[in-house]
């Protein structure tokens, strides 16, 4: 499954819905991506959130800037659901996803200056 079907139901529809919003727009980008790690930044009115989606033990923890220092539980906000469909639809997933293996991420369509602008091809699911 994509990280998108693995994840959704961690977000609310509305929530996933902003966050597609973001995709479309072109407001995603991808920052760095190490195996491990995939850092990117949304675009939200006139400031930019850094989120973080990790790898630990095969599962997925995520953050995002949005929230505050202090927050305990994965956050399920906008910028991080635009992030897992930029993530998807880059193909930055070196396998398909399933719950508890999740597979390692790639960078290999960044371009040169490490970044990629997200959301100009369509959507393929
Ligand atoms: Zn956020």
């Known amino acids: 499954m994509s990280l998108a079907q693995l994840l959704e139901s961690k977000f609310r529809g509305d929530v996933r819905f902003r966050g597609l919003a973001f995709l479309q727009a072109e407001r995603v980008s991808i920052a760095r991506i ?3 790690d995939l850092h ?3 675009r939200d009115g006139g400031s930019e959130y ?4 990790s ?6 923890r995520m953050f995002c800037s949005c929230v505050g220092e202090g ?8 910028h991080l ?3 897992i469909l930029a993530t998807d ?4 997933l070196t ?6 293996a999740v597979p390692t991420f790639c960078g290999r369509s960044l371009s040169a200056d490490g970044s990629e602008q997200l959301g100009r091809r369509r959507l393929r699911r």
Do not use: I, M, S
């Open 34 to 36: 190490t195996p491990d």
């Open 71 to 78: 927050q305990t539980r994965d956050p399920a906000c906008k």
């Open 50 to 53: 850094q989120t973080h989606l």
């Open 55 to 60: 790898r630990l033990e095969g599962d997925l």
């Open 95 to 100: 396998g398909t996803a399933r719950p508890g």
């Open 40 to 42: 990117g930044v949304v």
């Open 81 to 83: 659901w635009a992030t």
């Open 89 to 92: 639809e880059g193909g930055y």
